[in-house]
């Protein structure tokens, strides 16, 4: 069974930058397009950025020029390094790839004070 395990969230003042990681078992890692989605209180769950197997990316206009992903099929692992971080960006933050394919993981909080 595919297991999806997300880290490195926390509470950082705004401003200030933080490096996600999601860790997928399994040997598929390196087909799927991968992609971060967040869910902020009260709010829908919504895709923030994708990674395809090959490395091209796409992001929400609100993260675009502060977030950067990337991934390493090597390590099954795909990141997310966000920097100018904003009150807003305050959500669970969790990875799975860009149709759902894998269970959920446990997500990562990411708290930015103002």
């Known amino acids: 069974q595919v297991q999806v395990v997300e880290s490195g969230g926390g509470l950082v003042q705004a401003g200030g930058s933080l490096r996600l990681s999601c860790a997928v078992s399994g040997s598929a890692f390196s087909i799927y397009t991968m992609a971060w989605y967040r869910q902020a209180p009260g709010k829908q769950r919504e895709l923030v950025a994708s990674?395809?197997?090959?490395?091209?990316?796409n992001y929400i206009y609100s993260v675009k020029g502060r977030f950067t992903i990337s991934r390493d099929n090597a390590k099954n692992t795909m990141y997310l390094q966000m920097n100018s971080l904003k009150p807003e960006d305050t959500a669970v933050y969790y990875c799975?790839?860009?149709?759902?394919?894998?269970?959920w993981g446990p997500g990562t909080q990411v708290t930015v004070s103002s």
């Open positions: 990674v395809t197997s090959s490395g091209g990316t």
């Open positions: 799975n790839t860009n149709t759902w394919r894998l269970d």
